[in-house]
C-alpha cells in the first residue's frame, strides 16, 4: 500500500503545531500569574445613566501588599470608631459585580461605591481600596486622585471600579477601604468587612481565567507548559490515524 509521504508530513506538521500552541498557552498562563488590575474611580454622578465607568477610563495599575495590619486586625472596636469618634465617616458603602464570560459564577469586574461624610463643610480626600481572599494579605488595587465632598451630602458618592487582569485565582474577596486627608495625608477611616457585609465574600476571579478557552484538561497540572505523556500519546497517534499510517503486522 502506498502513502503520501508529503501528506503525512503535513498532519504530523499539523499536529506539532497544535502542540507547541496549547504548551505555549499554558506558559503564558503561568507567566501572567502576576497581579495586574485595570481600575478608575469618579463620583457618580459622572457616570450617568452608563453601566459603569467608559472602559476607556480604566488604567493599568501594579497591586501592591499591603504593608500594615488592618486597624480592623487590631482591633475590633473599630466600627464604632468610624461611627463616632472623627469628623469623617462612610454613611454607606455598597458593592457591585460584572461580566462572568464563563458563567461559573466568578466575576471579573469590580464597582465599589461609597458616601463619605465630615462635620467639615468640605473637605479633600483620597482613598485606596483593597482586596484579600479568604486567606491571604490585603493587596491595594487602587490609589485614587484627590477629591473633594461636601458635609453630609447624599451627591457626593464616590465610585471605585476594578477589573482583574491576571493574579487573582477564583476566590471570596473581601473589600477594604481607606480614607486618607489629602492635606496631612492622615489616614482618617477605614472601613471593611467588619462595618458592612456589601464588602465581603464576593464571588470574584481574573479575566485570563474567566476567559480561558481551552479545556482544563488539555493543559498539564504539573506545571511549565509541558503536555502530560497521556495527551501527547493521544495527539500523535491521531496524527498517524489522519496520515493513513497503520500499525506494522508480523508476517
Not at 500552541?21 to 502576576?34: F, K, V, Y
Not at 495586574?36 to 450617568?48: E, H, I, L, N, P
Not at 464563563?102 to 461624610?117: E, K
Amino acid at each position: 500500500m502506498n502513502f503520501s509521504r508529503s501528506g503525512t508530513g503535513r498532519h504530523i506538521q499539523f499536529m506539532i503545531a497544535l502542540i507547541l500552541a496549547i504548551s505555549t498557552n499554558n506558559i503564558a498562563l503561568a507567566e501572567d500569574s502576576a497581579q495586574m488590575v485595570r481600575s478608575t474611580a469618579g463620583f457618580k454622578s459622572d457616570r450617568g445613566t452608563a453601566d459603569r465607568h467608559d472602559p476607556a477610563t480604566l488604567q493599568d495599575y501594579d497591586v501592591k501588599a499591603k504593608s500594615t495590619p488592618a486597624r480592623s486586625e487590631k482591633q475590633s472596636s473599630v466600627g464604632a470608631q468610624n461611627l463616632n469618634c472623627c469628623p469623617y465617616r462612610i454613611y454607606s458603602a455598597r458593592t457591585q459585580l460584572f461580566d462572568d464570560l464563563d458563567l461559573d459564577g466568578f466575576y471579573t469586574y469590580l464597582r465599589v461605591s461609597m458616601d463619605i461624610d465630615t462635620d467639615y463643610f468640605d473637605a479633600q480626600l483620597f482613598v485606596q481600596v483593597y482586596l484579600r481572599g479568604e486567606i491571604g494579605n490585603w493587596f491595594r488595587v487602587f490609589d485614587s486622585e484627590v477629591f473633594t465632598i461636601y458635609g453630609n451630602s447624599g451627591l457626593d458618592d464616590y465610585e471605585v471600579e476594578t477589573e482583574l487582569l491576571s493574579g487573582f485565582p477564583p476566590d471570596y474577596y473581601d473589600v477594604l477601604i481607606e480614607v486618607y486627608d489629602a492635606y496631612t495625608g492622615e489616614l482618617v477611616l477605614e472601613y471593611g468587612p467588619a462595618e458592612s457585609p456589601a464588602l465581603s465574600l464576593l464571588a470574584m476571579e481574573d479575566v485570563i481565567l474567566d476567559n480561558r478557552s481551552l479545556p482544563r484538561a488539555a493543559l498539564s497540572s504539573g506545571g511549565g507548559g509541558s503536555l502530560s505523556i497521556a495527551l501527547l500519546g493521544l495527539l500523535l497517534c491521531l496524527a498517524a490515524r489522519r496520515s493513513g499510517i497503520a500499525p506494522a503486522r508480523h508476517l
